[in-house]
């Protein structure tokens, strides 16, 4: 029982810190642009600010499952991950795994912004989310995998289509109220900054 209950306690810090490091760069640069909104006398609704949130747990939770690269697995000696360039070689439970993982990203970024409503945004949004993980896994013990790729990017398409077959039976003006009409990078953006603070500020061995 205390074996079970410290193992929790650590994986809760360990949780914390990732999420630190996620919205930690997100967080100022709302700042600077909140700071740039005032000015333009411009103001953002509330429920903007609840769906970005829910974006960036969305990037932690994706990070923390998929086992990011980090700077400090480049400092760290180890076992590097293995490379897989075949198509297909495996559509085994993790491919579909990978598929359903993606689904909130191709629903909950035309939800929050005017701008990205279009397929191919999202379907590229997705897909540059995915080659960054895929990418960043070459620097620790995970594998670099196309079919990781082929998955996810599949996912965050399925997302879109949910998206869009659900916005059609709703009707075109739900949820039109919580949208951000301007920024169209500002997705791509915070998955940058959630990657940049994640790689350089997470180093779950010096804790």
């Known amino acids: 029982?205390?074996?079970?209950?410290?193992?929790?306690?650590?994986d809760g810090v360990y949780n914390i810190y990732l999420l630190i490091t996620v919205l930690l760069p997100c967080l100022i640069y709302q700042g600077v642009m909140k700071i740039k909104a005032k000015s333009n006398m411009k103001?953002?609704?509330?429920?903007?600010?609840?769906g970005v949130y829910a974006f960036l747990v969305y990037l932690w939770a994706v990070f923390k499952?998929?086992?990011i690269g980090l700077l400090a697995d480049i400092i760290r000696p180890g076992i590097r991950g293995g490379v897989n360039l075949r198509p297909f070689a495996d559509l085994g439970t993790g491919f579909w795994l990978n598929i359903v993982m993606f689904l909130p990203l191709g629903i909950v970024t035309p939800c929050i912004w005017k701008k990205c409503e279009s397929a191919r945004y999202t379907v590229m949004l997705g897909f540059a989310?995915?080659?960054?993980?895929?990418?960043s896994q070459i620097l620790n013990g995970r594998a670099t995998d196309i079919d990781d790729l082929i998955a996810n990017t599949s996912g965050a398409c399925?997302?879109?289509v949910i998206w869009f077959i659900t916005r059609k039976i709703a009707g075109k003006n739900c949820g039109e109220k919580c949208k951000m009409a301007e920024r169209k990078w500002e997705p791509a953006i915070y998955v940058a900054l959630a990657f940049l603070g994640t790689f350089f500020l997470y180093d779950p061995y010096a804790i």
């Open 1 to 10: 029982m205390k074996l079970l209950c410290s193992y929790l306690i650590d």
């Open 65 to 67: 499952v998929t086992g």
């Open 129 to 135: 989310v995915s080659l960054l993980i895929e990418c």
């Open 158 to 160: 399925l997302g879109y």
């Open 43 to 50: 103001k953002m609704p509330a429920k903007y600010y609840v």
